[in-house]
Each structure stands twice: as C-alpha cells, then as structure tokens.
C-alpha cells in the first residue's frame, strides 16, 4: 500500500493539460487504493488516465488505444508485471515506470532488461509518480516535431539518429528503442568521445533527482548494444571504460 501526502497537497501545476489532446497515461495495479489516487494526482495536473487492475485487462486496453505512458504495478496476480512489461516491448516502446516494493532489485534488473524506463518503490508519495511522469514526458514533448519537419539527422557509419523525431536506424532498419534507451543513446552521441561514469549518466539522462541504482545504466548500455551494434560482444561505437564508465566512439 502506498504512503499518500494530504489530499491538499498535490502539484498545482497544470502546464502539461492539452485541452485539444491530454496525454494518456495507463495505471496497471490490483489494488484499487492505489489506482485511485493515482488517478486523482494525475487528472490534476492534465492527463487523461485509464486503469487496469490486472495484466491481460491491461494489454487488452494498451492495444486497443496505445497509451503514452505506463505506470506498472510488478505484483500482479496472475499475469505478473514483468511479463506485462515483457510483452508490452514486443511492439511498443512505450515509457514504464514500474512500481515495486523495496527490497526487489533483482526484480528492478529484470524489469529494466525487458524495457522498463523508470521505477518507484513502496511505499511511496504519490506527488513522486506524478513528478517522474512528468519528467519523461517533457524529454518525449521536448523533442516531439511534426513528421514533416526535417530529420535533423546525425550519421555514424550505418548508424542514423534523428533527435527531433526521437528515431534510430541501423542499416536502414528503424531501432525498437525504449524512451529512457533513445534518451541514453542520444546523450551519448551528442557527446562524442566523453567518457561518462554511471553516476554521471544517472544524473543527465535519468534526472538529478533519481535515486535508482547504478547498475540501471549497465543494463541499459547492454540493451542498446544489442540493438545498435552489428556485434554486440565486440561494440564499434558504444564502448566500455573499464574502472571509470562509457563512452561513444563515432
């Protein structure tokens, strides 16, 4: 169960409401408590939000109208959020900030290895969703441009980032990438060369305000080599520092 602040003490900041097209954010968490409030911060500052209580009425709603953000409780019954998550990234890449208690990093690693973006921990202030929601959202909004706006696109060999279309190719095939994987990919590319400790990343790409652990940025390097590198096990460009971090090499 979550530890909720006062019902009067919720973000006052409305700036992210789109009278014409709210975004929509999805709530998949059994218990109805939760949900609610949830609910309840999220309407306050714009979105438009459905809940799910379990995995299968989840997956039922993300297909029928695709979501811009999920938020994921990991204890669900039957179908649990791992597995939700899990298919979820089979053709989506959707942000997922997970909700799981404390004490489950090794559930955390496996949800960031299957796509997961962002996580919160119970028990927690529901003003903490609210303010991660709307940090994800503002990376998507900051660099969301009409299609037919121009690519802006930055080349490195057979690799091609667009930025303003939040788009990665490799050899003419459009990467899967998840929010948080374009965000790391594309802070790294910006910066060529630079050698970034874990914790620096931590702080530029996720946020200075996350607290998650360091290991989150090794999963995530992991996955983006498994979509970016044409080898994985011997990368070209998203290359290891051993003893200090990662770097990217055009």
Same mark, same amino acid.
């Given at each position: 169960?979550? *530890?909720?602040?006062?019902?009067?003490?919720?973000?006052?900041?409305? /700036?992210? @409401?789109? @009278?014409?097209?709210?975004?929509?954010?999805?709530?998949?968490?059994?218990?109805?408590?939760? %949900?609610?409030?949830?609910?309840?911060?999220?309407? %306050?500052?714009?979105?438009?939000?459905?809940?799910?209580?379990?995995?299968?009425?989840?997956?039922?709603? @993300?297909?029928? %109208?695709?979501?811009?953000?999920?938020?994921?409780?990991?204890?669900?019954?039957?179908?649990?959020?791992?597995?939700?998550?899990? %298919?979820?990234?089979?053709? /989506?890449?959707?942000?997922?900030?997970?909700?799981? @208690?404390?004490?489950?990093?090794?559930?955390?690693?496996?949800?960031?290895?299957?796509?997961?973006?962002?996580?919160?921990?119970?028990?927690? /202030?529901? +003003?903490?969703?609210?303010?991660?929601?709307?940090?994800?959202?503002? +990376?998507?909004?900051?660099?969301?441009?009409?299609?037919?706006?121009?690519?802006?696109?930055?080349?490195?060999?057979?690799?091609?980032?667009?930025?303003?279309? +939040?788009?990665?190719?490799?050899?003419?095939?459009?990467?899967?990438?998840?929010?948080?994987?374009?965000?790391?990919?594309?802070?790294?590319?910006? !910066?060529?060369?630079?050698?970034?400790?874990?914790?620096?990343?931590?702080?530029?790409?996720?946020?200075?305000?996350?607290?998650?652990?360091?290991?989150?940025?090794?999963? !995530?390097?992991?996955?983006?080599?498994?979509?970016? *590198?044409?080898?994985?096990?011997?990368?070209?460009?998203?290359?290891?520092?051993?003893?200090?971090?990662?770097?990217?090499?055009?």
């Amino acid at each position: 169960m979550g *530890e909720w602040s006062a019902p009067d003490d919720q973000p006052d900041d409305k /700036s992210v @409401a789109d @009278a014409a097209a709210p975004r929509r954010v999805l709530i998949v968490d059994d218990e109805p408590s939760i %949900r609610e409030v949830l609910t309840h911060y999220l309407t %306050r500052v714009g979105y438009e939000v459905v809940q799910a209580a379990d995995g299968p009425e989840a997956l039922r709603l @993300a297909t029928a %109208r695709p979501p811009d953000l999920v938020v994921l409780d990991l204890m669900l019954p039957g179908l649990d959020g791992l597995e939700v998550c899990r %298919r979820l990234r089979a053709w /989506s890449a959707v942000p997922i900030v997970m909700l799981t @208690a404390r004490g489950e990093q090794e559930d955390i690693l496996r949800g960031f290895g299957l796509g997961a973006d962002d996580y919160v921990t119970k028990p927690f /202030s529901p +003003r903490e969703v609210v303010v991660r929601v709307q940090a994800i959202m503002r +990376r998507i909004e900051a660099t969301t441009v009409p299609a037919m706006a121009l690519d802006g696109a930055v080349r490195f060999g057979s690799l091609v980032i667009q930025p303003p279309l +939040r788009r990665a190719e490799r050899d003419g095939q459009v990467l899967d990438l998840t929010a948080k994987e374009f965000d790391l990919l594309h802070f790294l590319t910006s !910066h060529p060369n630079l050698v970034f400790t874990r914790q620096q990343l931590l702080d530029h790409v996720w946020g200075y305000d996350y607290f998650g652990d360091a290991s989150t940025v090794t999963v !995530h390097i992991h996955r983006l080599r498994e979509k970016v *590198e044409t080898d994985p096990a011997h990368p070209r460009h998203l290359k290891t520092v051993w003893g200090v971090g990662y770097k990217f090499e055009p």
